[in-house]
């Protein structure tokens, strides 16, 4: 029968840390409907609930909600508070961007702003409400990452928590199944591989640059995995250029040595045909046999491989999805790199999952992965990240402006002066022709001519690989192509970039194909060109793509639609709805929060 303001005591429990949630199972939480408070205390082992008459507390009862071990209730709540500080990492806040709080939902940040001497967050949610949360007890508080620009909450509508009991039930479904790949993979078992010896050594001094610390760390987490007596299953996330390649070779040799064979697959042709030439390149004073599987090659040249590969006389096959076909079989398959694996399609990621079990797995993606899903899985999944760039590798210089004939003529004229070659960007194959006369009209004049080749999706695949093979023997000055270049290839002499229509590109796939260049120790130079009209959100996309030169900046500057693309990639495509519902953060912050709960139980 004691009077206690409700608000206060609302108020009391949020600043407490208290999680507001729409029914209470664990200690730390509280919900709410009208004047019914319920209360789980963390400093003990059952819960309350209040029921409040205005501000007078009618009756205190205890609710048939406690816990059996008190030991292990203390530790999940201790991690709990530990990821939601570890999830709320506000730096680099600017005014009117989305914020996740994890009582109220999703608002927008207007300020800092000074009420009787204590700092306030200020957050704007829908119907013009405000909520002010304590400096200091930001822990509550996640940035919004997402595809859309979200749905913003209603302070005080049941929604927002019906929201997150429905999603924490989806991540306690995604962490059960985590946990049931990874029992599996845990209780198969395989001869180790042989540990380190001359061929290693030798392999590792062949390589022409020096290895960047991450480089060096993935190196050594593949080659422990490979040690053990248990498959491996690891992912190699780096951005583009920064030489996942190399690692994925190395651990290749380690399993060659050791008497297995090792399969790569890769999304196209072209990718196949470039790492089998560079990989033969690299291989050459080695006794090891490497081939390559694809639609370029005749019926009896590919049934000779498939023959030589049932025997044991290929060491090391590089192909398209073909490998994937069930007429492939191998004497001894130990070790599967898998380039690129969001780009296959669901027939083909079926396939590589049962293989999977029995095999060693080595996945590379150029998709940056969200800090906060690395810290969620990382005690699930192994991951190894290659942040740094390679010794001498300069920013690409980056040029957003208007399209001008004489900035591309500059621009072309420029990089042919010092023996470099030039992608041009032109997105349609129906005018890629035009394109091809407008360039050759604009550069009749340079200095011993340009020559100026195409590359698109509609031709055929020997055409594609004839064309490309052209650009690395550098009998193509300027070769003009649609996105197909944004995947994987790697030409360190094309060092500058123009973008036609550039207002047209998403932020991440200019992000990927600007990575296509500056992959020496050369200056590389970017142009991104806009017509007249320039609508705000291009201008927005292509701002952050300028502002974002630094290398590994995909990392840094959390470009969204990368980082989800990132999470959905490891996660699967359909948790994107949920990653969008209450944005990449907190929902990180609930699959971790699962994963351990299911550990424990």
């Not at 939480?29 to 004047?35: H, L």
């Not at 392999?203 to 060096?216: G, H, L, M, N, V």
């Not at 490998?323 to 399609?345: A, M, N, P, T, Y």
Request: charged share 30%; net charge positive.
């Amino acid at each position: 029968n004691q009077t206690y303001n409700l608000s206060y005591f609302l108020r009391k429990l949020d600043e407490m840390g208290y999680e507001k949630v729409y029914k209470i199972s664990d200690p730390g939480e509280f919900s709410q409907r009208g004047g019914i408070v319920d209360v789980f205390p963390v400093n003990l082992n059952y819960a309350l609930r209040f029921d409040f008459l205005g501000n007078k507390i009618e009756s205190i009862e205890k609710l048939p909600v406690e816990i059996k071990d008190e030991k292990k209730a203390k530790e999940l709540l201790e991690k709990k508070l530990k990821s939601q500080k570890l999830f709320s990492d506000l730096k680099g806040l600017k005014e009117r961007d989305y914020l996740v709080h994890l009582d109220h939902g999703i608002g927008i940040y207007n300020q800092q702003l000074i009420i009787d001497g204590q700092k306030y967050y200020q957050l704007e949610y829908a119907a013009n409400d405000k909520l002010y949360v304590p400096v200091g007890l930001e822990r509550k508080l996640s940035r919004y990452i997402g595809f859309l620009d979200p749905k913003i909450s209603r302070l005080g509508s049941p929604l927002w928590q019906k929201t997150k009991r429905k999603i924490k039930q989806e991540a306690e479904k995604l962490a059960k199944e985590l946990l049931e790949i990874y029992a599996k993979r845990d209780f198969a078992t395989r001869l180790p591989y042989l540990p380190e010896d001359e061929i290693d050594l030798e392999i590792a001094s062949s390589f022409k640059y020096r290895e960047t610390p991450d480089q060096s760390q993935a190196i050594k987490e593949i080659k422990e995995d490979l040690e053990k007596p248990k498959p491996m299953d690891r992912i190699v996330c780096g951005d583009v250029g920064f030489g996942k390649t190399e690692v994925a070779l190395r651990s290749m040799v380690k399993v060659v040595k050791s008497g297995h064979q090792a399969a790569m697959i890769c999304p196209t042709t072209i990718l196949a045909n470039q790492h089998f030439q560079s990989f033969k390149q690299r291989l050459k004073n080695l006794p090891i046999k490497i081939a390559i599987l694809s639609r370029l090659q005749s019926r009896k040249e590919q049934k000779e491989i498939l023959n030589n590969l049932k025997k044991g006389k290929i060491d090391f096959i590089i192909g398209t999805h073909r490998i994937l076909s069930d007429d492939v079989e191998f004497k001894s398959l130990g070790l599967l790199i898998i380039d690129d694996e969001q780009r296959f399609g669901v027939k083909q990621k079926e396939k590589l999952k049962k293989l999977r079990t029995s095999l060693d797995v080595l996945s590379l993606s150029a998709t940056p992965i969200p800090r906060t899903l690395y810290m969620a899985l990382s005690s699930l999944k192994d991951i190894s990240l290659i942040q740094t760039p390679p010794a001498g590798r300069l920013p690409v210089k980056t040029y957003v402006l208007p399209f001008a004939k004489k900035v591309i003529k500059k621009a072309i004229q420029e990089e042919i002066s010092k023996g470099g070659q030039i992608y041009y960007l032109h997105n349609r194959v129906e005018t890629i022709g035009t394109t091809k006369k407008f360039l050759e009209c604009l550069t009749y004049d340079v200095k011993h001519g340009v020559k100026i080749g195409v590359a698109h999706g509609r031709l055929k695949e020997k055409e594609l690989v004839k064309v490309m093979s052209d650009l690395q023997n550098k009998s193509i000055d300027v070769l003009i192509a649609t996105t197909i270049i944004e995947n994987g290839l790697d030409f360190p002499n094309v060092n500058t970039l123009i973008v036609a229509d550039a207002a047209r590109l998403g932020l991440s796939q200019a992000y990927q194909i600007r990575g296509r260049i500056g992959r020496s120790h050369l200056q590389a130079f970017a142009y991104f060109l806009y017509g007249s009209h320039l609508p705000e959100k291009a201008k927005m996309r292509l701002d952050a793509l300028k502002e974002a030169q630094e290398l590994g900046s995909g990392y840094k500057i959390a470009l969204r639609d990368l980082e989800i693309r990132g999470a959905g990639n490891i996660l699967g495509r359909e948790q994107s709805g949920s990653i969008n519902k209450i944005g990449l953060n907190l929902y990180c912050q609930m699959v971790s929060q699962a994963i351990e709960k299911m550990k424990r139980e």
